[in-house]
Structure formats: structure tokens, C-alpha cells
């Protein structure tokens, strides 16, 4: 007799081993058609794995996050299917799940065009109909190389070649044959709802000595109506991508000479000091003093703080006098330097020193994205030298702070991760358990629920990660917190304590919004473009009707600019319509101002905001006085 523990706790007990679709059976017909996989002891398997002892077992369902990745490796390996069936001298190299689909590289014997994608997938879709069965096959290291070498598929020899164990699994489609670890779905039918999306050149194994395959991307979800709003949420964002807005609303750009180095627009500086002035004021009402630190120091201050042995390949290096210099990727080992300079007291503590620092980081070109992945950015860093005792304290003001940009100002949603000691990391385990601890205890205390992230803490310190959510349900990590009692002992950092004698301080490296240019990328998104009246770059365009009424708009644009606001004129020999749709549908000014011959003659302004066709004339005097009110930056959405 073997007994079957299902998640609810009940038990199902069978007479000869079973398999997974017998157990799904046994609950219900349902469950047993629509089951994609199971979990045996916590080891996932197809649904065809035979149970031939006591087990526990969970079905896998499409709609679970396991499940759907299931579907999406499973509809990489239809795509290849579809694609030897309908260029049959290809060859296929690999083919993974990633995030909301899948790719796959290919090796054809003429480039796949955009055209060939639609023929792929309705080949895709024949499949489906065909309902063929997936089946698993364990197979040696020689016998699959022998399989493979046969087939000519000289990518898998290789692949299998590197493979260190002697036993391999294979997966079976009818003609398609792929090495694969699995599971699989039972069948091609469970394969519904898919959209193969582009085509694109990527080298083989990520190595540009090696030949350029094709790679063919595309998304998989376990229902149409999954497919569709994923569909119309790629849409949406394709209209708020970042890189579009910012060419059409002049705020940055990008050149040849400079790749991934942004280049800022006025109006785009505009946004920044916005941002910069109001991070730079909120700080010091927090009590931290603002330093600055050069762009490039010697090698062996990276020696000390580590960065030269973990950090080395995304540095950049010059020579001086004969001396190996770097360019800084992080702001702290200059912010220690600025520590060491003078001699501190306990009274001193807590120190905290705010740095808008530009850093450089080697990305390869192909990772370059916009603001969202750039090898130059300004870090709103800062860093706190305390003592023990004010960790908790510190930490806790670190966190209110950043709640009260992300929330309080720009209304996102946010979670926090604690980040523990990785792989690479310097300092011992003590010192480790010590930070983790601390940032723990911060957390508990002002009872903030956080989710913990094993091994993906800075190589110095452990740190609590910030995640923001844009309206699009997209998540972005920006602010982190960094417990660091590394680089005070790498760096013999002191103070003088109560009792006279030298003691050890403690170092946190925190942002707010991270890369401040990555930040405005966000933002650009979120807002898609038409950004609230405080932060928008132009926050009123004055529109003339003619010629006569220019000298009064003129006027007016100085009394506005006299209370900070932010305006520009439009007196081109244009008509109004057009004028208004082109300052509220492409630069989406938030408040548009029409100015005829009686707006003149009343010292009057007729108001039109963004988005809307209703209009109101006012006197001017009260305008600008509900207008600067309007303008003030409100901690309160």
C-alpha cells in the first residue's frame, strides 16, 4: 500500500505504484487534465513520474508561478519544433524561460525576417491542435553526444561535451528532440496562449568571438485573457518608454561619442535641479551637511576599501605621474577620506555627510538602456558614522526619510528586502551576523514587515533594499541601506570615546533615489511624461491669439517668473488650436495660459490645464497667487 500526503493533509492510498496524472485522478477528473506538473517531496516532475513509495505530492497547476514557467520553457521548445519543421536545415542551441516568455537561438541557413515570425507561429499553433505527447528520456553522456552528432546539432555536442555528469535527460516531441532537465507539460495542447515578438542577433554562449546566432523571443501565459492584458500593459508601456519621452520633451539625449553617457537638455536640467534642490533641502532639515568628493583617486585607497579586488572589472583606470588612478564607481571610500581628515568625538556622532556624487561603471553595450542602464549617473549618496548604540536610531531615520520621498511625495507603493552576506563579500562571519542583525532589529522595531533576499547583500555590508511600483505594476529597486563594519576596520577609521579611548565607528551608505538619472527615467514613465506642476520642467506656456497682445503675454511671463514659476512663451503666427494641442498633447505643459486682445485689456489670463478642454478666465494677480500655491512641493500626494 502507498500512501499519497496531498498539501491539505489528506492521505490517498493506492495498491501499486502510481503516476501523477492516477493521483490527479483519483481528486478529480478536472485536476487531472489540467494539472501541467506535480511536486514530489518537493522535487519538481512531470506529470508521468511514478510513485512507488509513501510521498508527498502537489500538483502543479498552469496558473501557479511554477506552472507558468513550465508553460513558458515548454513553448520555447514548441517554437523549435515549429521552426526545424519549417526550415529544417536550422540548428538549435538553446532555449530558456525568462521573465513573462521565452527565446530561443537558432542557427538557420538563411536570417529569419520578420515575416518568418508569423509563419513560425501559426506553425505553433498547428502543433498545438496535433496534441502530441512530450516524453522524457534518461540517456549517457556518449550516447546523447552520439544522438546529437548524428543530427548534426553541432551547438548540443558542445553543450553536452561541458557537461561534467554522465547522466542526461532528454525531451521528445515528435520529431524534435532537445536536452532538457524538465519537466515538461504532458503534451503540446496545453500550449495555448503565446505570441512569438521579435528576432535578434546574439552570439553564441554570450561571446562575440563566437559565430552570431538568431534569437527569437517571445511570450507565453496560461490563458488568453493573461496573454491580452500582458499584451495591452506592452502597449502602454511602449508609449511611456523613457527614451521616446525624453527625445520628444527635449530632456536628454544620447550620442555616438558618448555611449551610455547621457547628455542633458535645458529643459531636462530643469528636472534635475528640481529634484537635486529639493533632495539637497530635505537633507540638511534631517541634519546632514552636504561634501564633495573627486572623481578620480589613486589605486590604493580601492585597494583598502576593496573595490580594486571585487569591483576591478567595472572600473575604469588612467595613469598619473606613473601611478594607476580609477575613475570612482562608488562614492564611500572618497566620504571616508572626508571622515579621516579630522579628529572626532563621540559628542560628534551621529555623522552624516550627503554627497550628489557622479560615478562611472563599465557596462557592455549591449546592456546600455537609456537612463535605466548608463556608465555614468549621479548617486545621491550619503553616508553616517555612529557609534553602536545609535544603529537602530539611525537606521529608523533613514527609512522615515525614504518613506517620505516615495510615498508621501511621488505616492508609490514600495516593499523592502534584507539582503544577507553573497558570495563575494569581505570581512568575517561575526562582523556579518553583527549588521544583519542590526538592520533586522530597525526593522522590527517600528514594525515594518520586510522579505529576505539570501546573498545579495553589497560585498561589504548587508543592506535593506527599497521597491517601488509604478503605475504599471512594474517593480524598480532604488533606495538601499547598507550596515557596513567593513570599511571602518579596513580603513583603521576612529573616534574618541567617553571613556577616552580610541573606539571603532560605524559606517551606512544609503540613497534615496539611487541613480538620480535612473530615477527620472522612472518618473518619466510613471508620469508619462506630464509630470505633476511642482516637478514639470515648463509649468506654464503662455499662448498668444496675435501680434498685438505678445508685449502683454511678455508681462505677464515676468511677474511669473518673478515667484519661481517656471514658464515659456508661445507667440509663433501659428493658430491657437494648434498651439493648444501641441503644448497639452506632445510637451504636455501642465497649465496652458490663452492670451487674447481681452485678456489684455483686463489683466486678465484665461486657464487651460493638461487634459482637459474646460477653460477659465482669471485676473492675473489671483492666477499667480493660486498658482504658487499650487506649485509648492506637498509631502502629501
Same mark, same amino acid.
Given at each position: ?34 494539472? !501541467? ?11 508521468t513520474t511514478m510513485a512507488s513509495e509513501d510521498a508527498a505530492v502537489e500538483l502543479i497547476m498552469p496558473n501557479s508561478e511554477e506552472g507558468i514557467e513550465i508553460i513558458r520553457h515548454s513553448t520555447a521548445h514548441l517554437m523549435a ?7 529544417? /536545415?536550422?540548428?538549435? &542551441? ?36 496535433? %496534441? ?95 496573454l491580452k492584458l500582458h499584451l495591452k500593459f506592452l502597449e502602454e508601456a511602449e508609449k511611456r518608454d523613457h527614451r521616446k519621452l525624453g527625445k520628444e520633451l527635449d530632456l536628454f539625449f544620447m550620442s555616438e561619442y558618448g555611449p ?27 541634519? +546632514?551637511? /552636504? ?8 589605486? /590604493? ?101 525614504? %518613506? =517620505? ?8 507603493? +514600495? ?53 517601488? =511600483? ?13 550596515? %557596513? ?87 509663433? &503666427?501659428?493658430?491657437?488650436? +494648434? ?13 496652458? $495660459?490663452? $492670451? ?16 482637459? =478642454? ?7 494677480? %489671483? ?9 509648492? !512641493?506637498?509631502?502629501?500626494?
Amino acid at each position: 500500500m502507498i500512501k499519497i500526503t496531498l498539501p491539505s493533509g489528506d492521505i490517498k492510498e493506492f495498491d501499486a505504484p502510481v503516476n501523477m496524472f492516477q493521483i490527479a485522478k483519483s481528486i478529480s477528473n478536472s485536476l487531472a487534465k489540467n494539472a !501541467v506538473a506535480a511536486k514530489v517531496d518537493g522535487k519538481l516532475v512531470d506529470m508521468t513520474t511514478m510513485a512507488s513509495e509513501d510521498a508527498a505530492v502537489e500538483l502543479i497547476m498552469p496558473n501557479s508561478e511554477e506552472g507558468i514557467e513550465i508553460i513558458r520553457h515548454s513553448t520555447a521548445h514548441l517554437m523549435a519544433q515549429a521552426v526545424i519543421r519549417l526550415f529544417p /536545415e536550422t540548428k538549435v &542551441a538553446i532555449g530558456p524561460s525568462i521573465e513573462y516568455g521565452f527565446y530561443y537561438d537558432f542557427d538557420p541557413k538563411e536570417q529569419f525576417t520578420e515575416e518568418d515570425l508569423a509563419k513560425i507561429e501559426a506553425e505553433m499553433k498547428k502543433l498545438v491542435k496535433e %496534441d502530441i505527447k512530450i516524453t522524457k528520456e534518461n540517456i549517457s553522456k556518449e550516447d546523447a553526444i552520439a544522438k546529437f552528432k548524428e543530427a548534426g546539432e553541432d551547438y548540443k555536442v558542445e553543450i553536452i561535451t561541458d557537461i561534467a555528469v554522465g547522466a542526461l535527460t532528454l525531451y521528445s516531441q515528435g520529431e524534435f528532440t532537445d536536452l532538457c532537465l524538465g519537466p515538461h507539460v504532458p503534451s503540446t495542447r496545453y500550449l495555448k496562449s503565446f505570441k512569438l515578438m521579435s528576432v535578434a542577433g546574439a552570439y553564441w554562449r554570450g561571446d562575440s568571438s563566437n559565430k552570431m546566432l538568431q534569437r527569437i523571443y517571445g511570450i507565453a501565459f496560461d490563458s488568453d485573457k493573461a496573454l491580452k492584458l500582458h499584451l495591452k500593459f506592452l502597449e502602454e508601456a511602449e508609449k511611456r518608454d523613457h527614451r521616446k519621452l525624453g527625445k520628444e520633451l527635449d530632456l536628454f539625449f544620447m550620442s555616438e561619442y558618448g555611449p551610455g553617457f547621457p547628455f542633458w537638455l535645458p529643459k531636462g536640467m530643469e528636472l534635475r535641479n528640481v529634484l537635486e534642490d529639493l533632495w539637497k533641502s530635505e537633507h540638511r532639515n534631517a541634519g +546632514y551637511q /552636504e561634501v564633495r568628493t573627486p572623481i578620480m583617486l589613486n589605486k /590604493e585607497l580601492w585597494e583598502t576599501s576593496g573595490h580594486w579586488f571585487n569591483y576591478k572589472e567595472n572600473m575604469y583606470l588612467s595613469e598619473i605621474d606613473k601611478h594607476e588612478f580609477a575613475i570612482k564607481p562608488m562614492n564611500c571610500p572618497g566620504s571616508v577620506l572626508v571622515y579621516k581628515h579630522g579628529l572626532h568625538s563621540y559628542k560628534d556622532f551621529p555623522i552624516r555627510m550627503g554627497e550628489l556624487g557622479i560615478v562611472h561603471r563599465h557596462e557592455f553595450s549591449g546592456a546600455l538602456h537609456g537612463l535605466f542602464r548608463v556608465r555614468n549617473f549621479t548617486q545621491d549618496d550619503a553616508h553616517i558614522f555612529m557609534t553602536p548604540d545609535q544603529i537602530e536610531e539611525e537606521i529608523i531615520g533613514v527609512i522615515n526619510l525614504i %518613506d =517620505k520621498f516615495y510615498n508621501k511625495l511621488f505616492g508609490f507603493e +514600495y516593499h523592502i528586502e534584507l539582503s544577507t552576506k553573497p558570495e563575494k563579500a569581505i570581512g568575517s562571519d561575526d562582523i556579518w551576523d553583527k549588521a544583519e542583525s542590526a538592520l533586522e532589529g530597525a526593522m522590527k522595531k517600528i514594525g515594518l514587515d520586510y522579505k529576505l533576499n539570501p546573498g545579495d547583500g553589497a560585498f561589504y555590508g548587508p543592506k535593506l533594499d527599497f521597491k517601488i =511600483k509604478d503605475c504599471l505594476g512594474r517593480e524598480w529597486q532604488c533606495g538601499t541601506i547598507q550596515l %557596513d563594519f567593513n570599511l571602518p576596520e579596513r580603513f583603521d577609521m576612529n573616534y574618541i570615546g567617553e571613556d577616552g579611548e580610541k573606539h571603532r565607528p560605524v559606517m551606512v551608505h544609503r540613497v534615496v533615489y539611487g541613480s538620480v538619472e535612473r530615477f527620472i527615467g522612472i518618473l518619466i514613465e510613471h508620469f508619462a511624461g506630464a509630470f505633476p506642476l511642482w516637478l514639470a520642467p515648463t509649468q506654464i506656456k503662455l499662448l498668444t491669439l496675435n501680434d498685438e497682445v505678445v508685449p502683454y503675454a511678455k508681462e505677464v511671463m515676468a511677474e511669473l517668473a518673478k515667484v519661481g514659476i517656471r514658464c515659456e512663451l508661445d507667440d509663433r &503666427a501659428e493658430k491657437i488650436g +494648434y498651439k493648444i494641442r501641441e503644448a497639452n498633447g506632445k510637451f504636455k505643459i501642465p497649465v496652458q $495660459l490663452i $492670451l487674447g486682445k481681452s485678456e489684455a485689456e483686463a489683466n486678465e489670463v484665461n486657464v487651460r490645464r493638461f487634459g482637459s =478642454k474646460d477653460q477659465e478666465t482669471m485676473k492675473l494677480n %489671483d492666477f499667480i497667487s493660486m498658482i504658487v500655491e499650487e506649485a509648492k !512641493v506637498k509631502f502629501d500626494n
